[in-house]
């Protein structure tokens, strides 16, 4: 359970366990666990989602379920779409987008596509009147697009967090997170599985746009994607209702 607790303390605030310390093969292990954390923070903002409805709808219930989703994902996948965004419309090449990526300082680029990006999953969830099974739905199938952008994409630096994943990650870690990506049929039925070929789509073309751009992914790119399918994933079942 080492390897799952990672990934929770990882890729959320849900900390079980505290370790400030990680061996590069513990955090490679911890891969196959995304899908489950996904659904976990579905889970907490369903609750957030349910609690909120009593008091509030329509935008002001999108605003702290927004809210929420940053919150409980500690802004990770957040920084690194602004870094990603900062990298990428750079106009520089390649070497010089990944340095800009690397400046911890987030630039004009970085802040427009955030505040786009919020704005955009504010309108979208503010356009749906039963939301809960979709916020279970699209942070697993967002999470499992990440092991698609690792397993399938060349790392674009020499070292980094994300290297670990595709180094030491377990045999078969691929099919695995695909099969614990499916847990959410149990309560959202078959058309979940809609969401997850769309949500693989969505990250693996943006995977590709983003590959001709630096020669490979990064540890900030798996979070800029994952927040992009995301709000792609919100526009299409709640921007069209």
Request: overall charge positive.
């Amino acid at each position: 359970m080492k390897s799952f607790f990672i990934a929770l303390q990882f890729l959320s605030r849900i900390h079980i366990v505290q370790q400030t310390v990680w061996s590069d093969r513990d955090f490679g292990k911890a891969v196959i666990w995304f899908p489950i954390v996904g659904m976990m923070i579905g889970f907490f903002l369903s609750i957030v989602y349910m609690a909120a409805s009593y008091f509030l709808s329509g935008i002001y219930l999108a605003i702290v379920v927004v809210a929420a989703w940053f919150y409980i994902t500690g802004g990770l996948h957040a920084d690194g779409y602004m870094d990603t965004a900062d990298g990428i419309f750079s106009g520089q090449n390649r070497n010089r987008m990944l340095e800009i990526m690397k400046d911890s300082r987030v630039g004009a680029n970085g802040v427009i596509a955030f505040v786009w990006l919020v704005l955009l999953k504010i309108c979208f969830f503010a356009n749906d009147g039963s939301a809960v099974l979709t916020l279970i739905g699209v942070p697993t199938a967002a999470r499992f697009g990440t092991l698609i952008s690792i397993f399938g994409f060349p790392y674009a630096r020499k070292s980094g967090l994300g290297r670990a994943f595709k180094e030491y990650a377990p045999k078969g870690a691929l099919p695995i997170g695909f099969a614990l990506a499916l847990l959410p049929l149990v309560c959202s039925g078959w058309h979940y599985l809609l969401l997850l070929t769309a949500a693989s789509g969505i990250t693996f073309f943006s995977d590709i746009y983003i590959l001709r751009k630096l020669g490979g992914l990064t540890g900030d790119t798996y979070g800029a994607v994952t927040e992009f399918t995301e709000m792609v994933l919100l526009g299409v079942l709640m921007g069209t209702k």
